[in-house]
T-cell receptor
């Protein structure tokens, strides 16, 4: 079974430029998460999807961040414009149980560097 | 809001020895899950062990076991017979109402 796939693995951009990250969850997993992980810190939830609905986006900085999950499968996270402080690893995770705690499976992450 | 605290930023252990990583959490919920995740230098986060709060018996997975003290809100991870492949960042995490909250992590070094 394929795991959570993320691309690109690394991205370097100049500040004020846009950037997008893509995530393909494990087949059949209806719940998808985007996390932000700063260096030396634990991941912090940005947004959680149940199928195509964003059910928890309270930590997503909506002035510059946006996300979508069309057809309840793949998801894209976008930053526009990027700031120096956005340099971090962006992790995608998925799980299969709706309505209760479940094991989350993580992708390898996208390491973003904003110069 | 739930919080998770890992008070040991770094730990080291000799190969084949036993090491314990500490974790405390704060919550007002009665039903929740606790996890230990491992993140090797390649950064793929993988689940090591989980504990349901309503279960009194401590979870065990091969060389990994936990000491769950619900009243004290403590959830430590014991790694027995440490191996070089155990070197990684270890994150304690709390999951109540579908939201996974992570601690700051403990970097574990295995000395050969």
């Amino acid at each position: 079974e394929a795991g959570v796939v993320q691309s690109p693995r690394y991205k370097i951009i100049e500040k004020k430029q846009p950037v997008a990250f893509w995530c393909n969850p494990i087949s059949g997993h209806n719940t998808l998460y985007w996390y932000l992980q700063n260096l030396g810190q634990g991941p912090e939830l940005l947004i959680r999807y149940e199928n195509e609905e964003a059910v928890d986006d309270s930590q997503l900085p909506k002035d510059r961040f946006s996300a979508e999950r069309l057809k309840g499968v793949d998801s894209t996270l976008k930053i526009q414009p990027a700031e120096l402080g956005d340099s971090a690893v962006y992790l995608c995770a998925s799980s299969s149980l709706t309505g209760g705690p479940a094991e989350q499976y993580f992708g390898p992450g996208t390491r973003l560097t904003v110069t | 809001a739930q919080t998770v605290t890992q008070s040991q930023p770094e730990m080291s252990v000799q190969e084949a020895e036993t090491v314990t990583l500490s974790c405390t959490y704060d919550t007002s919920e009665s039903d929740y899950y606790l996890f230990w995740y491992k993140q090797p230098p390649s950064r793929q986060m993988i689940l090591v062990i989980r504990q349901e709060a309503y279960k009194q018996q401590n979870a065990t997975e091969n060389r990994f076991s936990v000491n769950f003290q619900k009243a004290a809100k403590s959830f430590s991870l014991k790694i027995s017979d440490s191996q070089l492949g155990d070197a990684a960042m270890y994150f304690c995490a709390y999951n109540g109402a579908q939201k996974l909250v992570f601690g700051q992590g403990t970097r574990l070094t295995i000395n050969p």
